[in-house]
């Protein structure tokens, strides 16, 4: 996975603000058997993102572009997977279908990545009935990096 995961560095960054679909092109998805992510641990996975990150704001330095790019890395509990992408758009504007709050703990987000048992499900034991009306729903964490050169 830290391979898969290093090779976004190689792929080519779409930045295109009048165009936000096409920066779909940057979005990642990475999953892992659970041998695979016992044998990995948090702060190796987040050196690689921080090593990603510091590429690509290097990437978009060279590329002569002026406007706010983010790169962002997040657990998506549903699938089972850690993902991320990059886009022209500020770290409290990205597009999600929950809501997020954006945070500096990068590791917190991998940790609960490599600690979940069961990836992309729920354990039997562990469904619990749902209230109505239903509450707040829970807030996933999202970690943000400047990609804008020399910051804002």
Same mark, same amino acid.
């Given at each position: ?8 560095? =190689? ?9 936000? =679909? $096409?920066? @779909? ?9 659970? @041998? ?5 641990? $948090? ?17 978009? $330095?060279?590329?002569? *572009? ?5 790169? *962002?890395?997040? @657990? ?28 500096? =703990? ?25 209230? *109505? ?20």
């Amino acid at each position: 996975m830290l391979k898969d995961i290093r090779a976004v560095a =190689d792929e080519t960054l779409v930045l295109a603000p009048e165009d936000q =679909d $096409a920066e @779909h092109a940057n979005t990642n998805w990475f999953g892992a058997p659970l @041998h695979e992510r016992i044998g990995m641990t $948090a702060d190796e996975v987040v050196a690689v993102f921080e090593e990603i990150a510091s590429t690509l704001r290097e990437q978009v $330095a060279g590329s002569g *572009y002026q406007g706010t790019a983010t790169f *962002y890395v997040w @657990h998506d509990l549903d699938a089972g997977q850690l993902r991320c992408s990059a886009g022209t758009r500020k770290p409290s504007d990205l597009v999600f279908p929950v809501a997020y709050q954006v945070t500096e =703990d990068l590791r917190a987000i991998v940790v609960e990545f490599l600690e979940d048992r069961a990836p992309g499900s729920i354990q039997w034991g562990a469904l619990e009935p749902v209230p *109505y009306p239903e509450t707040e729903p829970s807030v996933m964490a999202v970690w943000a990096f400047d990609l804008t050169p020399f910051g804002r």
